[in-house]
């Protein structure tokens, strides 16, 4: 999650230069003493954001290596913590976390992956199967027991974002926003987190249940700002977003007038976050930019 202050380079998610280099041979080994099996083949994923290896045991099991940030926001056992008993329609992977030579890593062991889930509907029946599927699994996450290793989410100051991203805003762009900067910890949609669906994060799998991976950014805080990020990550068209929160505010039972009212909000500070992250991480950017006139035509209606 992009908790803490606006200074970057103590963010959990800018790493990209400061990860230690793998000490491939003493990490097997360690491996391999953590799982009782020998380490057949070790393969950097290509299309990670993060040091990520996938690794083949010769007891034919397939688990991930992922080298963690070292950041005081990072919420590691939230990760071991999840019961994927607990949430029957998503399938969350068991997790290791482990330290050597003073760099954390998580072992994650494969869940069964049948493809991205594709949200965009379309007329798709199939894609709003998928919808559903999605919002049964996050409501289920949403509502699953606060542990105390979570945090509240944290968010950079909206303010600075608007002036960089958004300029020449009219004033009450500045005065929604700050309101829901303020209403992060009193909300009254509050939920546990997944934090980064991204769409390599969110899948389907084999047994129709929604896959759902990284979850060292697990915290505390409004349910719209997964949701947001749902709309963000797999460019859903606005009409499509609004009856993904319909039908999330059905399964809920909430206020859906108070809940869909502020929602579009959400919306344009996870891009707001977004945006600026992916510009300091030089992660992705073209795709967020490309969502730039989408925001501005959200915040005329404000």
């Not at 998580?106 to 992956?113: G, I």
């Not at 915290?219 to 797999?234: F, S, T």
Request: glycine share 2%; charged share 20%.
């Amino acid at each position: 999650m992009w908790s803490g202050e606006t200074n970057y380079k103590t963010s959990p998610l800018a790493i990209k230069s400061r990860q230690q280099r793998l000490d491939k041979t003493s990490v097997l080994e360690k491996i391999t003493g953590l799982l009782g099996s020998s380490v057949i083949s070790f393969e950097p994923q290509k299309e990670a954001r993060n040091s990520v290896f996938k690794i083949h045991l010769q007891d034919d099991s397939v688990w991930f290596l992922k080298q963690l940030p070292h950041s005081p926001h990072f919420h590691e056992t939230s990760v071991a913590n999840i019961d994927s008993r607990l949430i029957p329609q998503a399938s969350i992977p068991k997790v290791l976390i482990f330290e050597y030579d003073n760099q954390k890593f998580a072992l994650l062991s494969n869940v069964p992956y049948v493809g991205s889930i594709n949200l965009s509907s379309n007329s798709n029946s199939t894609s709003n199967n998928n919808n559903e599927l999605v919002v049964r699994a996050l409501r289920q996450v949403h509502t699953m027991p606060q542990w105390p290793q979570l945090v509240e989410l944290t968010l950079p100051s909206v303010t600075p974002l608007i002036d960089t991203y958004l300029p020449n805003s009219p004033s009450q762009v500045y005065e929604k926003l700050q309101q829901i900067e303020l209403s992060i910890t009193d909300s009254a949609f509050q939920g546990v987190l997944h934090g980064d669906l991204s769409q390599g994060n969110i899948y389907l799998t084999n047994d129709k249940k929604v896959g759902l991976i990284d979850w060292e950014f697990a915290a505390i805080g409004d349910v719209r700002w997964d949701l947001a990020a749902l709309a963000v990550e797999h460019a859903l068209p606005r009409a499509e977003f609004s009856e993904l929160l319909k039908q999330y505010c059905q399964v809920a039972n909430y206020n859906c007038h108070l809940f869909l009212s502020e929602a579009e909000y959400w919306l344009v500070y996870y891009w707001l976050v977004t945006m600026d992250w992916s510009e300091q991480n030089e992660f992705k950017t073209l795709d967020y930019r490309n969502l730039t006139q989408d925001m501005k035509s959200i915040i005329q209606q404000f």
